[in-house]
């Protein structure tokens, strides 16, 4: 650069503050010969940057009365220039269209819009945008009210974002928009009421909602996805109206505070997606009397709800509760569980029953519950895996199945919780057995009189041998029923000396299947084929 040598890579980045004319060379070489070029940059001031743009005409002319789109075109260097349109030297503030009936898309960015008055459009056959540049730091901070209170029907979109003070928006008329309906950081909002709304053909989304008191959509029976949403701790809406809410083809979410004990969707039937509930915390009530089919159940922080009542929906894929500390009884159909998974959010919580369950299909997940004695599940008699992290310090939880027959994969790991676990109809683990760190439990402790197969059998003491003395188990009694095993794999138990309680099952097993090693004794498949059952 100006005779310089300023870098040795391909790709050079010309970087300076200084206003200039510049000469750059870019030159290369290899054994076949050598070659250069050389150009010009000019770095310009502010004033000298030449930023334009041009109008097809400079003069235009139309009749009283109708109207005319003006757009500048071939802009040039205009990176984050802001745009100002002037009226006789004003600056555009207020839009003020008081015969305005019918308008095809409306598109409105604009920072400084303190007004917007259209009393008698009633119907806008594009989309419908007003809205302040891309982001909250960017928004209007002027317009206070958009007064539509004449307008019936959107063919498109209506979309309001970034309009931080608006305060009152009023939509009494409103029965149809064909596309989505999108309010963001309309912070200021109190109180939105579409109370004529029957047809809204896209999903509806209202996003930073933070001083909303007020919702109601009560005649929509129809929506591709619902959501509001508000993170702030000073949100708190007391009135949610969806009365006559039939279906939701994707997600139903809430997840912003609620001041309410109550929350009802009357004539709610299918959520095609997730039903996601977060932060109500206040709401002993949840009424979906009419709920037949949902893909996703999410609940989250439902603090004080009591009761869940399930039953009526036929199949139930997945089910997360978490962090709902009162919720003492779900009611669901004996098969409809694939899915669930319960998180007690580590304080204080009664443990979910689950009322009219009998199959959990697919992975029941269990963790957190960290002030619970006991863990019960009655009336399940099939899991396809069952996962437990977490319980009540120092071996004080007992795990409790007392109609469980069978399950795929049983997996509970960091035991150092569990007192007992009691599975007395169990008779087959079909896939895996995997459980690590028992470590108060003893001789005694697993009841499991029935239990005859396992598929993968991992008991593990510890999970590294410094752990292994600590774990109490000195035999495996509590497994003397079991016939027939796919593999065993036992490790760091440090007092573990008898293996008598396996003997019945030697016969599935074959040398390269029996893997004992880092206990108190680790029989080789020679010693215990031998009859060396116990450590000499």
């Not at 996805?225 to 139903?252: W, Y």
């Amino acid at each position: 650069m100006n005779g310089k040598e300023v870098s040795s890579e391909k790709e050079f980045t010309f970087d300076t503050s200084e206003a200039g004319d510049y000469t750059l060379e870019f030159a290369t070489r290899n054994e076949d010969g050598e070659d250069s070029k050389e150009f010009g940059v000019k770095v310009c001031t502010i004033d000298e940057m030449p930023f334009g743009w041009t109008f097809d005409q400079t003069v235009f002319n139309l009749s009283a009365g109708r109207r005319i789109r003006l757009m500048p075109f071939d802009i040039t260097n205009a990176f984050d220039a802001s745009y100002t349109w002037s009226v006789n030297g004003n600056t555009v503030a207020k839009l003020d269209l008081p015969k305005l009936v019918s308008t095809g898309t409306v598109y409105i960015n604009a920072a400084k819009l303190s007004v917007f008055n259209v009393p008698a459009l009633k119907e806008c056959t594009g989309d419908l945008t007003i809205l302040s540049g891309t982001n909250a730091s960017t928004g209007n901070k002027a317009l206070a009210a958009l007064g539509l209170s004449s307008l019936e029907k959107v063919t498109g979109s209506l979309s309001l974002q970034y309009l931080s003070e608006l305060q009152l928006l009023e939509l009494p008329k409103i029965a149809s928009i064909g596309g989505n309906c999108t309010l963001t950081y309309l912070t200021q909002l109190k109180v939105l009421n579409m109370p004529e709304l029957v047809h809204l053909g896209g999903a509806f989304t209202w996003n930073y909602l933070t001083a909303a008191t007020t919702f109601a959509m009560p005649k929509v029976p129809s929506l591709a996805s619902f959501s509001l949403s508000d993170s702030s701790s000073a949100a708190m809406l007391s009135s949610i109206d969806l009365s006559s809410l039939e279906k939701v083809r994707a997600d139903f979410k809430i997840d912003t505070k609620f001041s309410s004990d109550r929350l009802e969707l009357p004539a709610l039937e299918t959520i095609g997606g997730q039903f996601c509930l977060r932060y109500l915390s206040l709401i002993e009530t949840l009424s979906i009397p009419r709920l037949t089919a949902c893909e996703n159940i999410y609940f989250y922080q439902l603090n004080l709800l009591p009761s869940l009542d399930l039953s009526g929906v036929e199949s139930l894929p997945k089910v997360e509760l978490i962090a709902c500390y009162k919720l003492a009884k779900v009611r669901v159909r004996k098969n409809a569980l694939g899915d669930l998974s319960l998180n007690g959010g580590s304080r204080a919580c009664d443990f979910t029953a689950l009322e009219g369950a009998e199959t959990i299909s697919g992975k029941l997940s269990v963790s957190n519950y960290t002030q619970n004695d006991l863990i019960t599940f009655p009336g399940i008699k099939s899991i396809g895996t069952y996962s437990q992290s977490g319980g009540k310090a120092n071996g004080q939880t007992t795990v409790s199945f007392p109609d469980l027959e069978q399950v795929g994969t049983f997996q509970m790991s960091s035991c150092s919780y569990l007192k007992k676990l009691s599975a007395p109809k169990l008779t087959e683990v079909t896939d895996k057995w995997d459980t690590s760190y028992m470590q108060y439990v003893d001789e005694g402790d697993l009841e499991l009189p029935l239990l005859r197969k396992i598929g993968v059998f991992k008991f593990w003491g510890g999970t590294y041998s410094g752990a292994a003395s600590q774990m109490k188990l000195t035999g495996m009694a509590d497994f003397a029923g079991v016939t027939e095993i796919g593999s065993v794999d036992i490790k760091y138990w440090g007092k573990m000396t008898d293996f008598s309680g396996l003997k019945n099952a030697l016969p599935s097993l074959s040398a390269d299947k029996w893997n004992v090693s880092g206990n108190g004794y680790n029989p080789t498949w020679e010693q215990i084929t031998a009859g060396e059952y116990v450590k000499p």
